[in-house]
């Protein structure tokens, strides 16, 4: 399209026209400064040549678009997208030369939002330089609270008040207004688990102590009827109802209850509870797959469950119950019946909120990938992937298993996954989700501290102290060879060097490299960075103890296809390269995409590690700086989109797990 092969995009049904035809206006009164023209040539090679130009007909004299004309030009342009006027006279041509220069300068900027959308893009690591902003404002206006003498807390006090618990990708329960809300809950709710006492523990086991049952948390239940259920009279649907918690919660909200549990007795409890309380929620008595025999199609609101994880916690030894499975397949099975039934009761532009964990397999010790297939069943049923909440719980026994745990390097799982779906048409939910979200005033009067990580601009983005405790855990001490296939940052060489491993990083980004390579010679590293992506010409097999790579967030399903593209070929060569009974870290968001839903990328690199003969061994979640409060503050949820404030880290195992413990031995104490 350009001489010097710079591919601009046009707008789509916009004609275009040879640039030699157009006539600048002779007595344009604006001008455009050689800074300026640089800028909009920034611009379209960024957005593309997103507004046409406007010319007369006739004279193909330019009326609006002199500044893009120039860099079009400048660019080598040989054609322009052009809009050409017939029903302007010559004096409203030489009016509108004018008006549609001052019409834009009369607009202003709302700032607090400005700085918002600036802080966000900032946090992506998009440039800032195409916005045609200076520099020095930029700074001023990143570096400055959204609201004078407002901390992050008050920030997050105001979240609170708006929409119950902040919208933000993780639902930290520690926290002072959860815990007293909970509280509340409870007291009315009076949920023991009498059906399944000694269920998640045995009677005679140390962990006895903290309790043998698990409870559905009521302010779990709350927060996402108040995010994902319609403003009036949403008909809820559970197929694995259990506990009365959700049951009480969502019928007290005004909301209409339909559960279906196998159990007799766990039935029994919940109704007379519901009962007791006069609430609209009806237990049904039978397998969740019989969903289609009570409940028609197409006749819910909303959607959820929080189903069996399969042999972690064994509710009974009825023959269809899924926790007691003689294989995970055979409770897959079960799952997938189960909750395909129960999609097709849900009516077309409606939520579904799902509440699973990872599990592990009891025999070899690494995990079950369950969180990604219930992705895939509800992708599987025509429902878009749409948020990814991280339920960050209370530390309770972990502290009591965590040393017996590291001792064969795993880490005690605190969270849980909650996977939010739609059904139908993305543009519909602002539309149909039209009504501020009901929730009662219960923010605490207790402010809840926050640590800022500050990191120097030396160690990059990627936070050290994260690279640290990996190594720590996973690597082998001092003299640890690590690889690196993302290696966009310079924080894992110099952490890296710290710690007195050896480090290789490799990336195809010749900039990265060089800027990465200038900061480790300054600081006096023998850390190696590469521009390539063919590994085994420069790392031989089995020579590496630990790998590890950041991976970008694809933005659209092209991004999404060159990644997985570029990384199957570059973590198989990867993992040869990796010694025997090593570790391997990988640190990712499912990003959302432009479309609004997201990718699943944690199943995919899952299974690519997988397929090279990778256990998924451990399953951690990093919860970044809620210095988001500030970007959450301009999200109305009207999309039902949280903040995303989290990153996944996955931990795969080359080797046999019984050879952890000899080899891993007292090395992080």
């Not at 600048?24 to 009164?29: D, W």
């Not at 005690?412 to 543009?427: A, E, P, R």
Request: aromatic share 10%.
């Amino acid at each position: 399209m350009t001489d010097n092969k710079i591919e601009i995009t046009f707008p789509e049904n916009i004609p275009v026209c040879n640039i030699e035809i157009l006539n600048p206006y002779a007595n344009n009164p604006r001008t455009h400064s050689n800074e300026q023209i640089d800028q909009l040539m920034e611009s379209m090679r960024e957005f593309g040549f997103t507004n046409p130009i406007l010319a007369d007909k006739d004279t193909k004299e330019v009326i609006a678009g002199h500044g893009r004309l120039l860099a079009a030009r400048k660019l080598g342009l040989r054609q322009v997208p052009v809009i050409f006027l017939a029903h302007l006279n010559e004096t409203k041509r030489r009016k509108l030369i004018i008006a549609d220069n001052q019409l834009a300068l009369n607009a202003g900027w709302d700032m607090e939002l400005l700085a918002t959308e600036l802080s966000a893009l900032n946090e992506m690591g998009e440039s800032l330089d195409v916005l045609g902003f200076e520099d020095e404002f930029i700074d001023d206006i990143l570096n400055t609270q959204l609201e004078e003498n407002q901390t992050p807390e008050e920030h997050i006090e105001k979240l609170v008040d708006k929409f119950g618990v902040p919208p933000f990708s993780v639902l930290d329960v520690r926290q002072g207004y959860w815990q007293k809300r909970k509280k509340d809950w409870k007291e009315l709710i009076r949920e023991k688990g009498e059906s399944r006492e000694n269920t998640l523990f045995r009677t005679d086991s140390y962990m006895n102590e903290i309790g043998t049952v698990s409870i559905l948390d009521p302010v779990l239940c709350e927060t996402l009827i108040n995010w994902f259920g319609l403003p009036k009279k949403t008909k809820c649907i559970d197929p694995f109802a259990g506990d009365t918690s959700f049951g009480v919660v969502s019928a007290l909200k005004g909301c209409e209850f339909v559960g279906i549990e196998l159990r007799p007795e766990q039935v029994s409890i919940n109704q007379e509870r519901c009962n007791r309380l006069n609430l609209n929620a009806q237990y049904i008595c039978d397998d969740g797959q019989n969903i289609l025999k009570h409940v028609a199609p197409e006749s819910q609101d909303f959607l959820f469950s929080c189903p069996p994880y399969y042999d972690l916690e064994v509710y009974s030894d009825l023959e269809q119950d899924a926790s007691n499975q003689e294989t995970y397949e055979d409770f897959l099975k079960i799952i997938t019946n189960a909750f395909s039934g129960a999609i097709k009761t849900l009516k077309n532009n409606r939520f579904a909120a799902i509440v699973v964990s990872n599990i592990r397999n009891t025999k070899t010790g690494t995990y079950r990938n369950f969180v990604n297939d219930i992705i895939k069943l509800f992708q599987n049923n025509g429902m878009y992937f749409y948020n990814d909440i991280i339920l960050v719980d209370v530390v309770g026994s972990a502290a009591m298993r965590a040393k017996h745990n590291m001792k064969n390097s795993k880490v005690v799982k605190t969270h849980q996954n909650v996977l939010i779906f739609y059904k139908g048409d993305l543009k519909k939910i602002p539309e149909i989700y039209n009504q501020p979200i009901f929730v009662d005033n219960y923010i605490s009067n207790e402010k809840q501290e926050t640590k800022e990580n500050t990191n120097t601009e030396e160690f990059g983005k990627l936070d050290p102290v994260l690279f640290d405790t990996l190594t720590n855990w996973f690597g082998l001490g001092k003299g640890t060879k690590c690889i690196d296939i993302y290696a966009n940052d310079t924080c894992p060489a110099l952490v890296s060097a710290i710690k007195e491993c050896e480090y290789i990083g490799f990336t195809t980004d010749s900039a990265k490299v060089q800027q990465n390579k200038q900061v480790v010679h300054k600081i006096g590293t023998q850390s190696r960075f590469i521009c390539d992506k063919d590994l085994k010409k420069y790392v031989e097999q089995e020579s590496q103890d630990f790998l590890f790579a950041e991976l970008p967030c694809p933005k659209n399903e092209k991004e999404y296809k060159r990644l997985l593209k570029d990384l199957r070929p570059l973590i198989t060569d990867a993992i040869k390269s990796l010694k025997e009974t090593r570790f391997a870290a990988v640190v990712l968001s499912n990003s959302r995409n432009d479309d609004g839903f997201c990718y699943p990328l944690t199943d995919d690199i899952v299974q690519i590690f997988h397929n090279n003969g990778m256990a998924f061994y451990n399953d951690i979640v990093f919860l970044e700086k809620i210095i988001e409060a500030q970007k959450a503050k301009s999200n109305d949820m009207k999309a039902r989109r949280v903040t995303p404030v989290h990153k996944n880290v996955l931990i795969f195992y080359k080797g046999r797990p019984s050879k952890i413990k000899d080899i891993f031995n007292n090395k992080t104490e």
